[in-house]
């Protein structure tokens, strides 16, 4: 398992029961080494464990023992938790730092490593990718030192051949160092895979023990923890090159979900060792499935980064999982067979009534979901239609594999007004949201359809789209018909910037998209009025301006907890739970 900003340490970087918990549950389940990341000097910036002094080392004891018990290795991924030039602010450019300090950074991260060895790991990587301050002085077209730190290729990488020999001499020979580099920069004039290997050279000559490889820098972000739409083991070349290259192991990372993925990189010499991290965040029990054709059925981490990277940065909260509530709350949680019985009527096969009949079946009850539609997924199932989002799907198979194997009744085609008969202990209502419709004049003989409808349409017809509504639903619509051919229109108030919405992965990429299929978006607009020879928009400043044309009309606003629908099954007397979109949405 690769080396992940949980941030479930607290914020003076002690380690805490969450972070022991967390690792535990993912040992126990056979991962064989872990990556951790510690600070090795200075005060935390955020929720990272710190090996900053001397003590520190005790804290690192329980979480390691824990580790150790199971049978895996634990490596300090040691970089600091401030120093990030160009994505979260910095301290001092390493650019301009003088060539003393650049030596007392090489000693402070030697010293880091031999506090990691005296605490009991079992060797450390240094974080020379994604823009922390060794990538930064690693990157010949960004290093714009003129001391022996900078100039050319052997200069740039001679702040970790000099980190790697002095590790190496405080900490023993024996003891193992990793480098994770960025095989290529990603951007433009960055340093390409044939580069990288230069560099590992020269690292291997200092005496590293293995390459870790990655991609990306601050701006090319979407590298790091790539989108749906990147294929699995996408990296894979770029660790097969370098073995060409080096003596040493290369490790690969980058979207290895599917076990069977694993396997033939290993199989096929693409590297010798892969590492994985959403992937162990979607399920903790991941590994008891690898290498067996019919194991427990697990949740597939579908990329989506809302929980563990889009939400974890606007919030400034821990690492979380869309599908898995219980990532990241192994130490406060534990789903207890403490209900055996007990009958649960799940009304709505969405998301949340299939994690609500998951979780009350695990707790030994009896289950029965009503499901309008004939088949489960509810709105998820609709919004894989979106370019880059068919796995999506994955997250609905689960439920349909794991759901059976706990006696789960479930009723498709089962439209229902109130609570069906039953002597129902709990009621669970899921049954949705509703679309928002904004208020829009719409003339004589004008249709506008939902997305919802539009994107179960087997055949799209027409040629020409108004999308209304620049949310996440209107984005993805205009993603849809943009795939199809189709010239499209977006409309739409919402204030939040499209990053904000889709995060840095997904927007890149959907952004190029539909830059490339000519979507023009209109933002900071409200749709007056349709009619059949074309539309009125309204600005932000009561601006109206009129767009001649013939179109079809999409109404993409989102969605709001339907209060209507959800009193149908909420009666007097009877224990009720309403969770999802029926809830609130979003």
Request: net charge negative; glycine share 10%.
């Amino acid at each position: 398992v690769s080396s992940m900003c949980l941030y479930y340490s607290n914020k003076n970087g002690d380690v805490t029961e969450k972070m022991i918990s967390f690792f535990r549950k993912r040992a126990e389940a056979g991962i064989g080494a872990f990556v951790i990341p510690a600070n090795p000097h200075g005060e935390n910036k955020r929720a990272r464990g710190s090996l900053a002094d001397d003590s520190r080392i005790a804290q690192w004891n329980p979480l390691l023992d824990v580790v150790h018990g199971c049978g895996a290795k634990v490596f300090s991924q040691i970089h600091p938790s401030k120093i990030q030039f160009g994505r979260a602010g910095f301290e001092d450019s390493p650019f301009e730092l003088s060539t003393e300090a650049i030596e007392t950074m090489i000693e402070s991260y030697a010293q880091g490593a031999l506090r990691a060895k005296k605490a009991g790991f079992d060797g450390v990587e240094i974080h020379g990718a994604h823009g922390h301050e060794v990538a930064l002085l690693l990157s010949e077209l960004l290093n714009t030192r003129t001391d022996r730190f900078g100039g050319s290729l052997e200069n740039c990488a001679r702040n970790v051949t000099e980190m790697i020999a002095r590790i190496k001499e405080v900490c023993g020979s024996e003891f193992p160092v990793i480098l994770r580099i960025s095989g290529e920069e990603r951007i433009p004039g960055g340093r390409t895979i044939e580069q990288s290997a230069e560099i590992c050279l020269l690292a291997e000559k200092a005496g590293v023990d293995a390459i870790h490889v990655s991609a990306g820098m601050p701006e090319s972000e979407e590298w790091e923890c790539p989108p749906s739409e990147i294929e699995e083991g996408h990296l894979a070349w770029m660790s097969r090159y370098l073995k060409t290259r080096l003596s040493v192991p290369v490790i690969v990372v980058g979207r290895i979900v599917d076990w069977k993925v694993a396997e033939r990189i290993i199989r096929d010499g693409d590297a010798d060792f892969v590492a994985m991290a959403r992937t162990v965040l979607a399920d903790g029990d991941w590994m008891r499935s690898a290498g067996r054709e019919e194991g427990p059925p697990i949740r597939k981490c579908i990329a989506c980064n809302q929980g563990c990277r889009t939400r974890r940065e606007q919030n400034k909260t821990m690492a979380e999982c869309l599908q898995n509530p219980l990532t990241g709350r192994e130490d406060e949680i534990e789903v207890k067979r403490d209900a055996v019985g007990r009958k649960v009527c799940v009304i709505g096969a969405g998301l949340a009534g299939l994690e609500a009949a998951n979780v009350f079946s695990q707790r030994g009850c009896d289950v029965e979901v009503f499901e309008k539609k004939p088949q489960i997924g509810g709105l998820f199932r609709i919004a894989s239609m979106a370019p880059g989002k068919a796995n999506y799907l994955d997250a609905i198979e689960y439920y349909s594999k794991v759901l059976p194997t706990r006696n789960v009744k479930i009723h498709l085609d089962s439209e229902l007004d109130k609570v069906p008969d039953g002597d129902w202990d709990l009621v669970v209502v899921a049954s949705g949201g509703k679309a928002f419709a904004p208020p829009i004049q719409i003339g004589a003989g004008i249709q506008a359809t939902c997305a919802e409808q539009l994107l179960s349409r087997e055949r799209i017809d027409g040629n020409e789209f108004v999308v209304i509504g620049d949310g996440l639903v209107g984005y993805e619509v205009a993603d849809f018909l943009a795939h199809q051919g189709k010239k499209v229109i977006l409309v739409g108030n919402d204030p939040r910037d499209p990053v904000a919405l889709l995060g840095v992965a997904r927007w890149h990429f959907m952004q190029g998209r539909l830059e490339k299929a000519g979507v023009e978006v209109v933002r900071h607009s409200t749709v007056k009025s349709v009619t059949p020879e074309g539309f009125i928009t309204v600005d932000s400043e009561g601006r109206e301006s009129f767009v001649e044309g013939s179109f079809e009309y999409v109404l993409a606003c989102g969605y709001f907890a339907d209060e209507a629908q959800t009193r149908k099954f909420t009666e007097e007397g009877q224990k009720t739970l309403v969770v999802g979109n029926a809830d609130k949405s979003g």
